[in-house]
């Protein structure tokens, strides 16, 4: 789960044939005072797709990029960009509890990752319509947090090891270390009442939601898998969908894939001796996402 900050630019030049993650340091509203760090292939697809990629607790953008090389391999063979995004507050963890995040147009952490997309969509005149946001622990809750405050904003997101969107609304903090730990023990809601928790962070909004894509482990005793359950009934209720099926060996043994309606839209994956986090499977991601056949 956690990732240092001694992995430096110099070490990431030899990922892609001459692209390297790149520092911006001036992109937009910045209101908690994020990192920006952006990974360009040198052959970009014509209007290209971009990715939010969203490290853990301890984490930071740089030591993110080296923790998903697969995702950075296939942008480089895809021609799409990847931000990755920092924060040097609350121990390098998310801010996935303040209402500032959790409302659309609000400012916080979620604020200033949305000011990078913009960016990003501009500079380098991407397509709108294909943004992504994945991410594991803090970074998987801040994925879901990002798909409830901007679904105008992502297309579809992959959350590893995290909470429902709202999940720690009220606590003073979302770390390990936070007193009020009730949220990644498993906190319960009804569908509807998680579904009203995304509502709410963008009220009067009627356009399409973000498909999404719920990964845990069932092993995991930081962030209980119960979190993923909770996440799941959140995002059925958003999309209007119920479990169709369930299928076992997917993407390995340990995995049983949960299909919601066609699934499209919204699935599941809980792995058997799975702790945390659960990993990052890029294939599988991606493939939901649209960005590989």
Known sequence: MMFTNVLGLVATATVGLGASLQQVSSWGANPTKIQMFIYV?????????????????????????????????????????????GTPN??????????ASLTHGGGGDAGGIVAMVNYTLDKYKGDKEKVYVMGSSSGGMMTNVMAGSYPDVFEAGAAYSGTAHACFAGAASATPMSPNQTCAQGL????QEWGNYVRNSYPGYTGRRPRMQIWHGNADTLVRPQCATEALKQWSNVLGLTVASQKTGTPSAAYTQHIYGDGTKLQGFFGQGVGHTAPVN????????????
Do not use: E
């Not at 290209?48 to 063979?77: E, N, Y």
């Not at 609350?90 to 509890?97: F, G, L, Q, R, S």
């Not at 890029?282 to 056949?293: N, P, S, T, V």
């Open 90 to 99: 609350m121990n390098n963890c998310w801010d996935v509890h303040s209402p």
């Open 41 to 85: 292939p040198d052959k970009l697809a014509a209007s290209p797709p971009v990715v939010v990629a969203l490290h853990p607790c301890g984490g930071s953008g740089r030591g993110w990029f080296q923790g998903t090389p697969g995702m950075v391999k296939i942008a480089d063979q895809q021609g799409f960009i990847i931000i990755y995004p």
């Open 188 to 191: 319960q809601h009804t569908p």
């Open 282 to 293: 890029d294939q599988l991601m991606l493939k939901f996402f649209g960005l590989i056949a």
